[in-house]
């Protein structure tokens, strides 16, 4: 099989050390994503790398992924035997299928967290979390993981904080990611910390990442869960309109005569498709476009309002509560 090969130099001083552990069974873009943004991230385009990356496993050699792919690695003792002043800038444990049998491997355990007494930051990606969770890293902390696995984290470890939305978390030290994507997003905050926002973003746009995202957004996608509740497509276009005149008064009528249909018959249909009335659904795109205006604009409150069709800023207060129990202002104050 095809592989990633593994680098076991240390870095110069210059450099700070990024270690991934790896395990049988890890998905590989949770890996790879958050690999690639620390190996091409610097300061500035005339810089040199502001990162040297490594993949350890308990015993090193080939690990298997859920891809065809296998990563080489090396021994997690290389670290282990390493000078004691020798320390490692972040730590990141990857996730996957077999994160659940990495988290009951007492040995394994035991090397991660003697890594981490090694490490100035401990991080996951995904269902990494279990494991550092499983090793005592997590206990008092606000984590996150990814949504599937959100439930067997809080009951495996009731000392640990589950939060289920953000789409990362930093709590001292130590930060979480949810699934697989949102590793990308971790390391791009992680690099907005260390080198920057400038160095942050330059690195989002050679990806083609859109923006880089802050750790409080969800890592539930609204538009995601429209097109799954609503399968066959039919109220796609629909959506797409609503979308796209938000600023104006959208009645179930309007809504309706776009569907060419009745408003008795739309409202019934719409209901049972997709799970929520229209008036929710429209409530819910606005106050979904709202958030991102907070956390990507500077534009007023009273301004967003009016561009996402509340009447005011009071009306647009009131669905946030509804919808997801905080206030915009509060909603903005988390990502400044």
């Known amino acids: 099989m095809p592989s990633f090969y593994a680098n076991p130099?240390?870095?110069?001083?210059?450099?700070m050390d990024v270690v991934f552990v790896v395990y049988p069974n890890i998905v590989l873009l949770d890996l790879a994503g958050p690999l690639q943004v620390f190996t091409h991230a610097r300061k500035d385009p005339t810089s040199s790398s502001a990162y040297h990356t490594h993949v350890v496993s308990r015993s090193g050699g080939r690990i298997t992924t859920n891809t065809v792919l296998e990563i080489d690695s090396d021994p997690i003792d290389v670290w282990l035997r390493a000078?004691?002043?020798?320390?490692?800038?972040?730590?990141?444990?990857?996730?996957?299928?077999?994160?659940?049998?990495a988290a009951r491997d007492a040995v394994f355990l035991r090397q991660i967290r003697q890594l981490a007494d090694r490490s100035m930051r401990v991080c996951s990606v995904c269902s990494g979390a279990l494991v550092i969770a499983a090793a005592g890293l997590l206990d008092g902390r606000r984590a996150v993981t990814h949504w599937e696995d959100c439930d067997r984290l809080a009951r495996d470890n009731p000392a640990v904080h589950v939060?289920?939305?953000?789409?990362?978390i930093k709590d001292g030290n130590v930060w979480t990611s949810a699934g697989i994507t949102a590793g990308i997003d971790m390391a791009l905050g992680i690099i907005e910390e260390d080198l920057g926002k400038p160095a942050a973003i330059e690195m989002a746009r050679s990806l083609i990442t859109p923006m880089v995202r802050s750790g409080g957004q969800s890592q539930f996608s609204p538009e995601l869960d429209r097109q799954s509740l609503d399968a066959e497509g039919r109220f796609q276009q629909l959506h797409d309109w609503v979308i796209n005149n938000?600023?104006?008064?959208?009645?179930?009528?309007?809504?309706?005569?776009?569907?060419?249909?009745?408003?008795r018959n739309f409202s019934r249909l719409y209901t049972a498709t997709m799970g929520t009335s229209p008036a929710k659904s429209i409530e819910a795109i606005r106050v979904d476009a709202a958030r991102d205006m907070l956390v990507t604009t500077k534009l007023g409150i009273k301004s967003i309002a009016s561009k996402c069709g509340f009447d005011d800023d009071e009306?647009?207060?009131r669905a946030f509560l509804r919808q997801i129990r905080t206030s915009p202002s509060h909603y903005r104050n988390q990502f400044q």
């Not at 800038?89 to 996957?96: C, E, F, P, R, Y």
């Open 246 to 263: 938000l600023s104006q008064q959208i009645s179930v009528d309007d809504m309706a005569e776009k569907c060419g249909m009745s408003a």
């Open 315 to 317: 009306r647009m207060r």
């Open 163 to 168: 939060e289920m939305d953000p789409i990362y």
């Open 83 to 101: 000078p004691k002043d020798t320390s490692i800038h972040t730590l990141v444990v990857v996730g996957g299928d077999g994160a659940i049998s």
């Open 9 to 15: 130099v240390f870095s110069t001083s210059v450099q």
